[in-house]
């Protein structure tokens, strides 16, 4: 038997060499424009494999943001997709989190003018209709029995997210795209059904607080809550108040929101 004996510097050495490679090219890929292709390496087929991978990001996030993708004109959205691709290092290796970390993108980028005003919160919402899309949960088998909505601990499904947004993101559309924020904050909840749909339902600034308090607290008692809200506003008939969140309540456990907390 031989034994081939190679020295610990070679091997560094050689370890090296690659990571610089790999560096490298993995540089030009992300940015063609500035970065030159390795010595060493077919630029035509290098290219090749940029205009490929890019073209494979690019249509990936337009499937993940459709709306995004609709409203902005080809050189706005190449370039939003090329400056994700250059700046930002994603964490995760699984294509269907990069939609998430576009939103991350987004959340730390300087804004560029031209972008749309509403671009982070659109972002925002059309990644949470594909988050709750995919996400591995299941809605509540049952809705709660409605003699038990007032004093059982409640928490929303994990399929249901109260949100709040400066801009209607819901109606925004290539016709429908506000330059300033809505007079007034939209509220959203947005949940997927029994039938693996997801919808939205607009809210109420009360509807949404009510909402968020048990989204933040689970193990919420919804009829303690609302008798101590009307407390708080000196309410003049408070059993008419309770019943007006049982309504609401009762509404929104059709939709399978709410589980009982354990």
Do not use: C
Not at 73 to 102: G, K
Not at 232 to 260: I, P
């Amino acid at each position: 038997m031989r034994f081939i004996i190679v020295s610990n510097r070679m091997v560094f050495s050689r370890m090296s060499e690659l990571f610089e490679l790999q560096k490298a090219f993995t540089g030009h890929l992300r940015n063609p424009d500035q970065v030159p292709v390795p010595k060493g390496l077919d630029p035509r087929r290098v290219g090749i494999y940029s205009e490929l991978i890019f073209n494979n990001l690019s249509a990936l996030l337009a499937d993940f943001f459709p709306v995004i993708k609709s409203i902005l004109d080809e050189a706005r959205w190449h370039q939003l997709v090329r400056d994700f691709f250059i700046a930002h290092q994603a964490e995760t290796p699984y294509f269907p989190q990069v939609s998430e970390e576009f939103v991350h993108y987004l959340y730390g980028r300087q804004s560029i003018d031209g972008d749309p005003a509403f671009l982070l919160e659109l972002a925002h919402y059309e990644w949470i209709e594909l988050y709750l899309y995919m996400h591995e949960a299941n809605p509540p088998e049952a809705p709660i029995s409605e003699s038990d909505l007032l004093t059982a601990p409640l928490s929303l499904s994990s399929l249901a997210e109260p949100l709040a947004y400066e801009y209607p993101v819901h109606r925004i559309r290539e016709d429908y795209q506000p330059e300033q924020p809505g007079e007034t904050v939209t509220f959203l909840l947005v949940f997927r059904d029994r039938d693996e749909s997801v919808r939205f339902f607009e809210l109420q600034p009360f509807t949404y607080q009510f909402l968020e308090a048990i989204n933040e607290n689970p193990g919420l008692v919804a009829g303690e809550w609302l008798r101590d809200v009307a407390d708080q506003l000196a309410v003049s008939d408070s059993t008419a108040f309770v019943n007006s969140g049982l309504d609401m309540l009762k509404q929104f456990n059709q939709e399978y929101v709410f589980n009982v907390a354990t």
